[in-house]
């Protein structure tokens, strides 16, 4: 039986495996990291120290398949990050070398994140200022769980008072976009009126 519950710090070991194993546009990455726990450094673990409230699991027979996790105000989130959750990461990982940056490693591209995290468009986050993030385990998928997860984050959020969300996904990743879509979410155009290339970026009112 899958069980939807809060995310605790005790955790994270299991987050940082199940964001690499789903995080190459739904496909495992783990074959593209040296290091397995660069996804999780950016992706799950700091919403789960700081935006406990909005980080969520999915447990199904006590072992966890999926979570959600996200923020109300992203601008704030941002700023959370550079005073409180990348100082320690850029200490433990040095910044790669510019001059070689065309040869970067997938490693050494999430440490230069680490290091000069690229803040969220405008035209992505003043009309939209919550964002999320859901991964599930293949096994997982495809029964109705990122639909629940979804509807628990927006309960929880909406008590926190959240307004309009966006999401940014893989262009490659067909399967998350379709799933936004089905939750209300639409692909936002840039202020020159064309869709990022990069990024999907996909805001629900
Ligand atoms: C995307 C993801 C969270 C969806 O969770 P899920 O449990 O598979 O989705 P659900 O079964 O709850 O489906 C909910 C709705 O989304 C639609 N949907 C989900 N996956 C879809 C897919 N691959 N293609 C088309 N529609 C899809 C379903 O048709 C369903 O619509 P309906 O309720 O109107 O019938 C999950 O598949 C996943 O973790 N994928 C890999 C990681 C990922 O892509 N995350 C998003 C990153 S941007």
Same mark, same amino acid.
């Given at each position: 039986? +899958?069980?939807?519950?809060?995310?605790?710090?005790?955790?994270?070991?299991?987050?940082?495996?199940?964001?690499?194993?789903?995080?190459?546009?739904?496909?495992? +990455?783990?074959?593209?990291?040296?290091?397995?726990? #660069?996804?999780? =450094?950016?992706?799950?673990?700091?919403?789960?120290?700081? +935006?406990?409230?909005?980080? !969520?699991?999915?447990?199904?027979?006590? @072992?966890?398949?999926?979570?959600?996790?996200?923020?109300?105000?992203?601008?704030? !989130?941002?700023?959370?990050?550079?005073?409180?959750?990348?100082?320690?990461?850029?200490?433990?990982?040095?910044?790669?070398?510019?001059?070689?940056?065309? *040869?970067?490693?997938?490693?050494?591209?999430?440490?230069?994140?680490?290091? @000069?995290?690229?803040?969220?468009?405008?035209?992505?986050?003043?009309?939209? $200022? +919550?964002?999320? =993030?859901?991964?599930?385990?293949?096994?997982?998928?495809?029964?109705?769980?990122?639909?629940?997860?979804?509807?628990?984050?927006?309960?929880?959020?909406?008590?926190?008072?959240?307004?309009?969300?966006?999401?940014?996904?893989?262009?490659?990743?067909?399967?998350?976009?379709?799933?936004?879509?089905? #939750?209300?979410?639409?692909?936002?155009?840039?202020?020159?009126?064309?869709?990022? *290339?990069?990024?999907?970026? #996909?805001?629900? $009112?």
């Amino acid at each position: 039986m +899958a069980v939807i519950r809060q995310a605790t710090q005790a955790d994270q070991e299991r987050l940082y495996e199940v964001v690499v194993q789903t995080g190459n546009a739904g496909n495992d +990455a783990t074959p593209f990291y040296d290091d397995p726990k #660069m996804l999780g =450094h950016i992706y799950t673990a700091p919403y789960v120290v700081l +935006a406990p409230d909005l980080a !969520f699991v999915v447990e199904i027979n006590g @072992q966890i398949e999926g979570y959600v996790c996200g923020v109300t105000d992203s601008r704030v !989130f941002e700023a959370q990050l550079e005073a409180e959750w990348w100082p320690a990461l850029q200490a433990q990982y040095p910044a790669p070398d510019a001059a070689r940056r065309a *040869t970067w490693s997938e490693d050494e591209r999430r440490v230069d994140w680490i290091h @000069q995290a690229v803040p969220t468009p405008d035209y992505v986050v003043q009309p939209h $200022p +919550a964002h999320m =993030h859901m991964n599930l385990m293949p096994a997982a998928r495809g029964g109705g769980l990122g639909r629940r997860l979804f509807d628990t984050w927006l309960k929880a959020a909406q008590a926190c008072g959240v307004g309009p969300v966006h999401i940014g996904a893989d262009p490659k990743n067909d399967g998350g976009i379709a799933f936004w879509q089905a #939750m209300g979410f639409e692909r936002l155009r840039q202020e020159d009126g064309t869709f990022s *290339t990069t990024s999907v970026w #996909m805001g629900r $009112p």
